[in-house]
Structures are given as structure tokens and as C-alpha cells.
């Protein structure tokens, strides 16, 4: 069974970076799209950035230029560095990645941003 197991969240200062991470157990086919969301208390889950099969990227406006996404297509692995980092940044961050006719979502790992 694939499981999906983020790491790499935490607290941190405003401007600050951190780098997210998340691993497959388990072989995982025909994957397509590799992505991370996220939720804040109280609001809907939000695409935040997608790499795709072939590279290309996908990122949320509110995140563009400070945040990169990256795949280890060896390792099933897709990361998230974020930098310059806001408290609106704050919320449980999600790693998904899609395959032909269906996703795997991992459990979620918490990040927060505060002085």
C-alpha cells in the first residue's frame, strides 16, 4: 500500500525558509502531476505549487517567487522550498501526487510562521 509521508515543517520567524519534503513507501505508477496544498485554520484546502510530469510548474499567485517546487522522480519525492516566509503562510501542508485515475495524499505536516 502507497503511503505519503511529508517532513521538514515547523516553526518559524517571518522571512524565514524552510523545506518541505515527502517521500513514497511503496511503487507508485503512471505518475502524472506532483503537488503540495495546504489548509489554514478555517479556510478550504489550496493548491499552493504542481510539477508536472515533464517539468513544468504550477504555483498559487500568493506564493510565486518565494516558494519553488522540485520532484525526485528516482525516489518518488517531491519538495517544497519556501523562503521569505509570511504568517498568512501558515497552515498544514499537503503533498498529493496524481497518477492516471486517482491521487495519494499524505497526512499533512504542520507549518507556522510567527514572531
Known amino acids: 500500500q502507497v503511503q505519503l509521508v511529508e517532513s521538514g515543517g515547523g516553526l518559524v520567524q517571518p522571512g524565514g525558509s524552510l523545506k518541505l519534503s515527502c517521500a513514497a513507501s511503496?511503487?507508485?505508477?503512471?505518475?502524472?502531476?506532483m503537488g503540495w496544498y495546504r489548509q489554514a485554520p478555517t479556510k478550504e484546502r489550496e493548491l499552493v505549487a504542481i510539477i508536472r510530469s515533464g517539468g513544468s510548474t504550477i504555483y498559487a499567485d500568493s506564493v510565486k517567487g518565494r516558494f519553488t517546487i522540485s520532484r525526485d522522480n528516482a525516489k518518488n519525492g517531491v519538495h517544497l522550498q519556501m523562503n521569505s516566509l509570511k504568517p498568512e503562510d501558515t497552515a498544514v501542508y499537503y503533498c498529493n501526487i496524481g497518477v492516471v485515475g486517482g491521487s495519494f495524499w499524505g497526512k499533512g505536516t504542520l507549518v507556522t510562521v510567527s514572531s
Open positions: 511503496g511503487s507508485i505508477f503512471n505518475i502524472r502531476d
